[in-house]
């Protein structure tokens, strides 16, 4: 890798605007990195009407258009995604991988995330953990029924106040999306990195476990995996444990071999 800092993309979870990283995102910025989050078509905007909900492959399009846009400056770009994201930043680096002499992605780095095997959606990396009520509507939106119980599930290392008001900022998700198959698995072409959650409801650290497995497995190469106590959104309970493992996998020739 080059002596300059590389781009960061970073890819949000299901559910999430890219304003719920801010915390995250500013503070790697400071540290002289130039990182943009990601609106996926899959969530739901904040405000205005609902358009058609965007599939997987609509998010990993978008992803590749903000990776692309930093290839043509000639960067090496290090994508992060959260939880679902991790499905659609799989997909989109296909023919964005860093070549001899030229910008691209140089590393994926996987947070809580779901990672399928080639062919299978993100719905069935869960297909094994209980899954809380939700409501799908006509447009094929789907929404959180009991908000309480979900904010428990998903900020459980929070107090319950604190992660109800994060979930304030959660928006609805598109259904199609969690059930696209992968048709590119980009782990295998680049170095990976995972942060695993060891407290995570939602995506049960066994779970993140038999990701790491299959990366290593399909890949070939080791996984650089961090474990750390907390939920499934650190970016909201330990942002600056994420921002240190951020600037460390983005940080240096040696993190990325």
């Known amino acids: 890798m080059s002596q300059s800092k590389p781009s960061i993309v970073l890819v949000p979870g299901a559910f999430a605007p890219p304003e719920c990283y801010e915390g995250v995102t500013t503070k790697v910025a400071s540290q002289g990195y130039d990182i943009h989050a990601v609106r996926l078509p899959s969530v739901a905007p904040s405000a205005g009407p609902l358009p058609p909900p965007g599939t997987m492959y609509d998010d990993a399009a978008a992803i590749a258009r903000e990776i692309s846009r930093l290839v043509e400056q000639g960067k090496e770009v290090v994508v992060v995604a959260h939880s679902y994201g991790g499905t659609p930043a799989s997909q989109s680096v296909q023919g964005l991988v860093k070549r001899e002499g030229a910008g691209g992605v140089v590393r994926l780095a996987y947070l809580a995330a779901l990672v399928p095997s080639l062919g299978a959606p993100a719905a069935a990396v869960l297909a094994d953990v209980p899954q809380r009520e939700t409501s799908v509507d006509e447009q094929g939106w789907i929404s959180q029924v009991d908000i309480p119980a979900f904010a428990a599930a998903c900020f459980s290392d929070m107090p319950p106040d604190e992660g109800l008001a994060w979930m304030q900022q959660f928006t609805r998700h ?16 680049v170095p990976v990195a995972y942060l695993l959650c060891d407290g995570d409801r939602i995506v049960p650290p066994g779970v993140q476990q038999q990701a790491i497995d299959r990366i290593a497995s399909e890949s070939g190469r080791e996984v650089d995996v961090t474990v750390i106590p907390t939920g499934h959104v650190p970016v909201a309970s330990a942002p600056e444990v994420v921002v240190d493992w951020i600037v460390r996998v983005a940080g240096g020739d040696e993190s990325i071999q």
């Open 174 to 189: 598109s259904a199609v999306s969690m059930v696209n198959p992968l048709t590119y698995a980009g782990y295998k072409d």
